[in-house]
């Protein structure tokens, strides 16, 4: 437990001294980022909780995997994600003005770099139909180093979001919850009664 939130741990191999060992020491950066978004994650903007909730969906794909390769697609879209929650809505689509406002937090040029690489990844990556249109096992192991290095880039911009919100509460005007019911969902009900057939293949 971190905080009260719990963490899976997986290591390789035996574990040292029996059937069970203990993790003395967190990560850090971890521990930072718990300490600042845990205890206002009731009160933060709909924003920044919006791209938690997508960092910690890569983070659960990633452990739900049997292979690293498994969800390389769905991470990076996470990921992307998370990033278009945390800067302003009217420059989600046009990466030099990301790169700016990126600059005007204190990233560095290269820094600034993973996320337009993850931009430019998610662009030429297909995230639903990896399996259908492969890519080879060398770009998928340059994919698999780069989103541990995007994970911890988004994980540092997210703390870096919660700092600058608790100082200036309008850097995320509060939004509207929409309530209205979506017009797709008037006409769900007609399927109720439906009964699908084992397959739709003529004999």
Known sequence: MVNGVPLDVRFEGNAPGGESFSVNEINPAVAEYFDA?????????????????????????????QFSYDYTGERVLNLCKALEALVPDSIVGDIDSIREFLKGWGLSHLETEV???????RSQLDSAHIAISPIPDSAHRAVARFIGIAEKAVQALLLTAVKKYTSDNSLYPERRLQTNEPTAVK???????LIIPRDWAKT
């Open 115 to 121: 996320f337009a690489s993850l931009k430019y990844l």
């Open 37 to 65: 978004v845990m205890p206002l994650l009731t009160s933060l903007p709909r924003k920044i909780v919006a791209a938690h909730r997508y960092l910690a969906q890569s983070f659960l794909l990633e452990a739900g995997s």
């Open 187 to 193: 006409h769900l009900a007609k399927y109720d009664n």
